[in-house]
């Protein structure tokens, strides 16, 4: 699978790193959040896409004010993963963009956050 081999890759580079550091594996372990991308693309479909549209930039014929975040925007994609999260946990009030931790595990989110980076323009993971 192509996604866990880039996570590996990079888990392997986290690990090492940590191992040149003197940290102890089973700490470095804890401590990677890694989504899952095939769940988060699940969660996406039934969950956002209706607003963000299948390639994040917005549901095509919805009208909303404001209208959807463009999730594949170098704006959104340059936040970082706690920001995005966060997004995603509280919502932001006064739009359509609701608190989805009602909804969704704390795990779900981070899973749903993974694919929400396979759509950025600089992402080299395929579709
Ligand atoms: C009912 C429509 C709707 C649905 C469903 C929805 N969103 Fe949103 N979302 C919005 C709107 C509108 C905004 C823009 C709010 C604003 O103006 O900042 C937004 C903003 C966001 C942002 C913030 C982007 C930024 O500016 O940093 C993220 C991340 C996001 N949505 C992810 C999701 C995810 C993931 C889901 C599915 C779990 C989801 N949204 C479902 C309407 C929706």
């Not at 549901?59 to 936040?79: E, H």
Request: proline share 5%.
């Amino acid at each position: 699978m192509h996604f866990t081999g880039v996570g590996f890759a990079l888990l392997i580079g986290i690990v090492s790193a940590g191992f040149a550091g003197g940290v102890e594996l089973k700490d470095v372990l804890s401590e990677v959040k890694e989504g899952d991308t095939v769940t988060g693309r699940e969660i996406y479909v039934n969950t956002c896409i209706r607003c963000h549209g299948i390639d994040g930039k917005g549901a095509q014929g919805i009208k909303l004010v404001p209208p959807p975040a463009d999730l594949s925007s170098p704006a959104v994609q340059g936040r970082l993963d706690g920001t995005l999260f966060k997004r995603i946990h509280e919502g932001k009030p006064n739009t359509a963009m609701g608190a989805w931790k009602h909804s969704l595990s704390d795990d779900e989110i981070w899973d749903v956050l993974a694919y929400v980076r396979t759509l950025g323009a600089g992402s080299d993971v395929q579709p």
